[in-house]
């Protein structure tokens, strides 16, 4: 089901754990939550501090952090829109094969149209598991023939060679079945689509944004979120912790963020929900062929 556009409570919006980025920074805003308390006990109780470190440094620092973190999470976001645009022409190209399977080769065997449609819902499968760098096995046993799982699975790139088999398979059953010179190419571009989704993912997939880029905003933001005490407890006084723990949240949050959302294919609670993409792509097949 496609998710709910209504606008959440002002509850979910305040309080609302599971889900969010919370989870992974949890521990990097209490750090500085804790740092803020211990400096605004210092400073007000004990005058340690003398008021606090000139804030005009940082302020210009979290300007320029706050465009550096802009930048970062457009481009994280933009690998992760064009990752489910992927997905999105898969399933498109899926369920055109099934349609036209049904359609044009009408003399096939309940047999024949059930190998080819295993094939595309083993392609999902196959593709999914490629990109995160897991075992496909337990499902291309399931959707292919015992032969054809082995030989993809000693394959060196699984979901190029099932292409490869695809392509062969699908010619095969419309030369069988007289099909007109037009569907055959018409099938075959079908194909190169998928491939086309293949290259697209391996490119999103092979291709993450520089580390040294990462890891100067992520120091970055560790320094600056170090230093918000310091130049605060002048201002805010025993209110330093409040305003630090939002400030920390905020650049803690959206640095996290663009992390999880870079690489669209893991499976962190921002990623890409490829298991249902998938499982959808395989209920869509199975139905258009009337199966359960």
Avoid at 29 to 54: M, Q
Avoid at 248 to 266: M, S, W
Wanted: hydrophobic share 50%.
């Amino acid at each position: 089901m496609p998710p709910s556009t209504r606008t959440p409570g002002i509850r979910s919006l305040l309080f609302a754990y599971r889900g969010t980025i919370m989870p992974v920074i949890w521990r990097r805003v209490a750090y500085a939550v804790l740092l803020s308390a211990l400096v605004a006990v210092l400073d007000l109780k004990y005058g340690w501090f003398r008021g606090g470190l000139n804030a005009t440094p940082l302020t210009l620092m979290g300007l320029t952090l706050a465009i550096f973190l802009g930048f970062r999470n457009q481009v994280a976001y933009q690998r992760w829109w064009e990752a489910r645009t992927l997905w999105g022409e898969l399933l498109i190209v899926a369920r055109d094969l099934a349609r036209q399977l049904s359609a044009f080769l009408p003399s096939a065997s309940p047999t024949t149209r059930a190998t080819l449609m295993g094939m595309v819902i083993a392609f999902a499968h196959a593709l999914r598991h490629h990109l995160r760098g897991s075992d496909p096995t337990p499902e291309l046993t399931r959707w292919l023939s015992p032969r054809l799982a082995e030989d993809i699975l000693a394959a060196p790139n699984r979901p190029a060679y099932l292409l490869h088999r695809m392509g062969i398979a699908f010619a095969e059953a419309a030369r069988s079945d007289g099909a007109d010179p037009i569907l055959v190419a018409t099938v075959d571009g079908k194909i190169s689509q998928l491939s086309h989704v293949l290259a697209g993912c391996e490119r999103i997939s092979g291709t993450p944004i520089p580390f040294s880029y990462i890891l100067l905003l992520h120091r970055s933001v560790h320094v600056y979120c170090f230093f918000l005490p310091f130049c605060l407890v002048g201002v805010m006084g025993w209110f330093t912790p409040v305003v630090v723990a939002i400030l920390a949240y905020t650049f803690f949050g959206l640095d996290a963020l663009g992390d999880q959302i870079e690489d669209p294919f893991d499976v962190m609670p921002n990623d890409l929900p490829i298991d249902a993409y998938t499982t959808a792509i395989q209920n869509d097949l199975l139905a258009l062929l009337d199966e359960r």
